[in-house]
């Protein structure tokens, strides 16, 4: 799917109103936008605007939108990859990957620790407790990011997705992962999407990762999976 570039420069003024409506600093808060099932001209579109980080779910798009050719007038993105991590695609894009949002099992830390010495990455946690989400338990997380670092890898933070259904119902899970993250001493909260940005800022996200407030809704048949 395709986007207009003057559109997303209009829906990003939106999403920064949102956030300091929320409590947030829009300055300080890293929005990562969230660019699956749109094109490259959605991502030139994003780095025009100002936004440099970028989020992916699948090793092959991300290959594909980071190695298409930009426009010449934009800055360098950073890849965050946001999705299901499976260890066979993570040399794929080890060298486009600036942030792996994702990890939440030693196997997959070890390969991108293979691939991409002392990459940043960031532990998902299953905050919401939903049986099918990604992430490991919250009592699980701290081994989790001794292990991590035990490869070489620079872990930043956690990351959580909140639970389907109404913003609210994310609001026990975000504000156990800022409690978590604290625990553990790690600066980075990378929680809160489209539908519940203004709770995660409220409970301290420090990364929020948004897609469709930004390039409108995606076509489900090719989009929205692979949480
Ligand atoms: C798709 C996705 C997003 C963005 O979702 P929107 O609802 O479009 O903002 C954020 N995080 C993850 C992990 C995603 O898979």
Known sequence: MTVA???????????????ADAGGDPGAITLVAVTKAFDRAAVDAALAAGVV?????????????????????????RW?????????KVRTVAHLVACWQSVDR????????????????LVQVNASG??????????????????????????????????????????????????????LGLPERSMGMTADLEVAV???ATMVRVGSALFGPRDPRTGGAGM
């Open 53 to 77: 980080d970028l989020g992916e779910n699948y090793a092959q798009e991300l290959r594909a939108k980071a190695e298409a050719p930009a426009a010449t007038t934009v800055p360098a993105p």
């Open 5 to 19: 570039a003057d559109a997303v420069a209009a829906n990003l003024a939106v999403v920064r109103g949102r956030i």
């Open 130 to 183: 939903e049986p099918a989400k990604g992430g490991i338990p919250p009592e699980e997380a701290g081994s989790l990011v001794t292990a991590l670092r035990d490869l070489g890898l620079d872990v930043a933070g956690l990351m959580a997705i909140g639970p389907a259904g109404p913003p609210e119902a994310a609001r026990p899970g975000f504000a156990r992962l800022r409690r978590l993250a604290d625990d």
């Open 202 to 204: 409220a409970e301290g």
């Open 80 to 88: 965050h990859f946001i999705g299901r991590l499976q260890r066979n």
């Open 106 to 121: 030693v196997e997959v830390g070890a390969e991108i620790a293979a691939r991409a010495p002392g990459a940043r990455v």
